[in-house]
């Protein structure tokens, strides 16, 4: 199986016709998709003016689409790999309190509830927010633009039907760091690392970025919707 960077060099490869250049492109998504597979494509094609369905897009733009994608994978995995040895460090002092990481390798580690509904600006300053609050203390808004009004969907009545066990912590499973303890149970489609939504730029806020204090319990009407 084909790895991000030659999957990059294969779009970038203009000996390759366009069809395959593009199919590549999308390919990249498959190692690293910030928004989800969908939401990232869509993003991309509206900043680089590449029609979604377009079999023949013109090179440049694809290029373009590629550096974008390849700035914030960087910004990522510089993340992932202080977060790495900072835990060895604090595992070699005797500290071993559990905590939240991502273990996805950046696929949808800030992903969009919907599609439609993304952030503005690209995705390396997006993410570049995101790490800061994950490096900071935990906040009451999202960490992405800032919005205070978050929304919980509607809770899954069988916890077991959830997805968050195997997905969203270093460890594989769902840990009881920064942020647990409060706060709703795992919700139709959600990850271990999913919290609630953000009204402001649709992302699904990561659960470290939050505080206790932003543990609201969702509205009545979700959990009535989901009984």
């Given at each position: 199986m084909a790895g991000f960077r030659s999957?990059?060099?294969?779009?970038?490869?203009?000996?390759?016709?366009?069809?395959?250049?593009?199919?590549?492109?999308?390919?990249?998504?498959?190692?690293f998709a910030p928004y989800g597979h969908r939401a990232t494509w869509w993003h991309l094609c509206d900043r680089h003016g590449i029609a979604p369905e377009d079999r023949a897009a013109d090179p440049q733009r694809l290029v373009a689409a590629l550096e974008e994608l390849e700035e914030a994978r960087a910004v990522w995995l510089a993340y992932e790999r202080?977060?790495?040895?900072?835990?060895r460090r604090e595992k070699h002092d005797g500290l071993r309190r559990?905590?939240?990481?991502?273990?996805?390798?950046?696929?949808a580690v800030v992903r969009c509830a919907d599609p439609d509904v993304r952030p503005a600006g690209t995705l390396a300053e997006v993410l570049r927010?995101?790490?800061?609050?994950?490096?900071?203390?935990?906040?009451?808004?999202?960490?992405?633009?800032?919005?205070?009004?978050?929304?919980?969907p509607a809770p899954v009545p069988n916890p077991r039907r959830g997805r968050g066990a195997g997905r969203g912590t270093a460890c594989g499973r769902q840990s009881a760091g920064r942020g647990s303890g409060g706060g709703p149970g795992p919700w139709e489609g959600a990850w271990a690392w999913d919290g609630p939504v953000c009204a402001g730029c649709g992302i699904v806020v990561p659960?470290?970025?939050?505080?206790?204090?932003?543990?609201?319990?969702p509205p009545a009407s979700a959990a009535a919707g989901a009984a």
């Open positions: 999957l990059a060099y294969q779009v970038r490869d203009a000996r390759n016709d366009r069809a395959l250049r593009r199919h590549s492109l999308r390919r990249c998504l498959e190692r202080q977060f790495a040895e900072r835990r559990p905590e939240w990481a991502w273990g996805g390798s950046g696929d927010r995101l790490v800061a609050a994950l490096e900071s203390e935990p906040g009451t808004a999202c960490p992405v633009c800032g919005e205070r009004e978050l929304h919980w659960r470290p970025a939050l505080a206790d204090s932003a543990w609201a319990a």
